[in-house]
């Protein structure tokens, strides 16, 4: 394995503590939306909305600290096309960071209902309520989720094929840890 540059503790934290929220709105997302209406659902569409929103402000904190810091370099062994790729899959996983919550936000206040964040504070409320655009705000939400799911897969298997079958150490640069 080639030893590699890591990515700062704080840049770390941050990236497992967003991929484990949004894997844990993604399950939730889907228990919900099948389930019958009940105070049970309603309370998981509070939790989803309030993960939406805690990824949303990680997110953005994530992405100041990217811009502030650079990333560590690519192993030298990595393609051009691959390079492109990677960075590629990166900006499109940061805008999908940014819209699904977002969306979700956006489908919330169409369908007229408040997101108190955590219970305790009113967002701001950007639109009214609009019957008219709350159902393709909705499968809009529904579409970038599973283009995110996706996403996140290819970034996980290339991370392990880099690991296992290149032995490049790349996953080494955001792998918790000493």
């Known amino acids: 394995m080639v030893a590699t540059q890591r990515y700062s503790n704080f840049s770390i934290v941050l990236h497992w503590l967003i991929a484990i929220l949004i894997i844990i709105a993604f399950i939730l997302g ?17 939790y989803h909305k309030w993960l939406g929103m805690t990824v949303l402000g990680f997110v953005a904190l994530r992405l100041i600290s990217r811009l502030l810091s650079k990333a560590p370099p690519y192993p030298a062994n990595m393609g051009k096309v691959q390079m492109h790729i990677a960075n590629g899959t ?41 019957p008219e655009i709350k ?44």
């Open 30 to 46: 889907n228990i919900m939306v099948d389930m019958r209406i009940s105070p049970t659902k309603l309370q998981y569409y509070s």
């Open 90 to 130: 990166h900006i499109l996983l940061y805008v999908l960071m940014f819209a699904v919550p977002l969306s979700g936000y956006f489908y919330t206040l169409a369908a007229g209902y408040p997101v108190v964040y955590l219970g305790l504070f009113e967002l701001p409320v950007l639109i009214g309520p609009n």
């Open 135 to 178: 159902g393709s705000l909705k499968e809009l939400h529904e579409i970038l989720n599973n283009i995110m799911l996706v996403l996140v897969l290819l970034h996980v298997a290339a991370a392990l094929k880099h690991h296992f079958y290149d032995k490049d150490g790349l996953l080494h640069r955001m792998r918790p840890g000493p």
